[in-house]
């Protein structure tokens, strides 16, 4: 898994909050870890986060 130095902070505190969410992140390669993690820090509101986190896997 990345370094958690590297999460963008919003989207740390919504993995935390969607944990089936974080199972699945952290079974990714770490190249599609940090493909997500760099869509992350693009977002801007909590809400956007939100939806971001709960869509990564539909």
């Known amino acids: 898994m ?3 130095k590297e999460f963008p ?3 740390t505190m ?5 944990s089936d969410v974080l199972n699945r ?3 990714l390669s770490q190249q ?3 493909s997500i993690v760099e869509e992350a820090r693009l977002i801007k509101s909590h809400n956007q ?3 971001f986190v709960e869509s990564i896997f539909k």
């Open 2 to 4: 990345l370094d958690n």
């Open 49 to 51: 986060m939100r939806d």
């Open 9 to 11: 902070i919003g989207f």
């Open 14 to 18: 919504e993995l935390a909050q969607h």
């Open 25 to 27: 992140f952290s079974q």
């Open 32 to 34: 599609d870890q940090q």
